[in-house]
T-cell receptor
């Protein structure tokens, strides 16, 4: 049983296209995230949702729009793809509330296998 | 804001040698600290985490890390490297003082294990 699953694993598309990446977790977690890993392996958070509510939006271009239909799913839609969007996108989930305080802060995040997006 | 710094983007050791990967944190209060490993074309897997229960933390695959407040460090060690340890290692921090329930990662250290 895959805890955090993303689809597709690979995505090759042309500039200007619109694409979506889907993520599902079966861990019963309340919080889900999107991270972007660039070509130098640097990981940066993009968004965080807690119980379908957007909690963190780290100055990501408006072309990126996350959607959480329920707390087990967090999808990422990207409009008008650019060359610079090429990266590996990771979905993750963890227990806990939106602030990270209280009893939840020590819970780790569980990551999906990543989606390698290549824009040509 | 919390942050972590990983010294050395590439570390090379011989099989059987000690592995030492360095991580220093910056936080006004002792944070939660994590080490993750990423094998090629894979997601991130948790190796271990510090939650203030004990300063010496043991993780999977024989790895351990020691939280040293005086040095603001959380270095990862393994007594004897194995070829299968070759991977990218990330130190990450989550603050206790709010800032969202998110992990902030270091820039990663690629570990190479040679025969």
């Amino acid at each position: 049983d895959t805890a955090v699953s993303q689809t597709p694993k690979y995505l090759v598309t042309q500039m200007g296209n619109d694409k979506s990446i889907k993520c599902e977790q079966n861990l019963g977690h309340d919080t889900m995230y999107w991270y972007k890993q660039d070509s130098k392996k640097f990981l940066k958070i993009m968004f965080s949702y807690n119980n379908k509510e957007l909690i963190i939006n780290e100055t990501v271009p408006n072309r990126f729009s996350p959607k959480s239909p329920d707390k087990a799913h967090l999808n990422l839609h990207i409009n008008s793809l650019e060359l610079g969007d090429s990266a590996v996108y990771f979905c993750a989930s963890s227990q806990g509330g939106p602030s990270g305080q209280g009893p939840w802060g020590h819970f780790e995040a569980f990551f999906g296998q990543g989606t390698r997006l290549t824009v040509v | 804001a919390q942050s972590v710094t990983q010294l050395g983007s590439h570390v090379s050791v011989s099989e059987g040698a000690l592995v030492l990967l360095r991580c220093n944190y910056s936080s006004s209060v002792p944070p939660y600290l994590f080490w993750y490993v990423q094998y090629p074309n894979q997601g991130l897997q948790l190796l271990l985490k510090y939650t203030s229960a004990a300063t010496l933390v043991k993780g999977i695959n024989g790895f351990e890390a020691e939280f040293k407040k005086s040095e603001t460090s959380f270095h990862l060690t393994k007594p004897s490297a194995h070829m299968s340890d070759a991977a990218e290692y990330f130190c990450a921090v989550k603050g206790r003082g709010g800032g969202g329930n998110k992990l902030t990662f270091g820039t990663g250290t690629q570990l190479k294990v040679e025969l």
